[in-house]
């Protein structure tokens, strides 16, 4: 267990190139359709962060940042830009299929749901529990802004996070065939995931003093 590493919330400020180069590592693969090659895509994901809608795990001092887990709240996630920013980075000819591409991996939050973008862990720094622990962290975001469960999604070819998901409380609940993205993206199925939030006795509103200590 890592256990000398942090959890926060949010982003810090100057981290914005790191988080973004641990998000490609772990899903450069499925972004690079849309957002590629890897040093835009990079830096397109870095521009257009929200800061607010992640969990990092940072070394002791708080100085790097070597795990990520975004999460999708009140219409914004994690990896952010519009139609208008993709179509300046990268040109309206070349920007409109991206856009298609962008719109395969839209996830929509239900009521009541917190949906999560995925966990990026720096290679050196896996298998020392950060995954479980900014998973953990996640859940109490969710249930300081009163969501009563949690949804992912989860590639077929990312066992190894399956196995993650289920250890910490995640169900499959639906498996949708997709080999139509297996040549562009790199896999053939997706599954759904939830976990359900159980209520905080004495958590706060989103917003209030003891969110913005976290």
Known sequence: MDAATVIRRGVPRGAEQRVAGLYWEAFGRKLGAALGP?????AFLARHLHHDRAVVALTPGEEHVVGVAGHRLGGR?????????VLCAYGMLRGLPRLAVLALLERTPEPGELVM???AVDPAHRGGGIGGRLLAETAAVAADH???????????????ARALYERHGFTAVHTERTPYLRGLMGFGAVTTMLRTVPDRPGGGAPGDPLEQQR
């Not at 890897?38 to 990079?42: M, S, V």
């Open 38 to 42: 890897a040093e835009r895509g990079r």
């Open 77 to 85: 996630g994690l990896t952010g830009g519009g139609v208008r920013d």
């Open 117 to 119: 973008d995925g966990i």
């Open 146 to 160: 009163g969501c009563s469960r949690i949804r992912l999604d989860v590639i077929d070819v990312n066992p190894r």
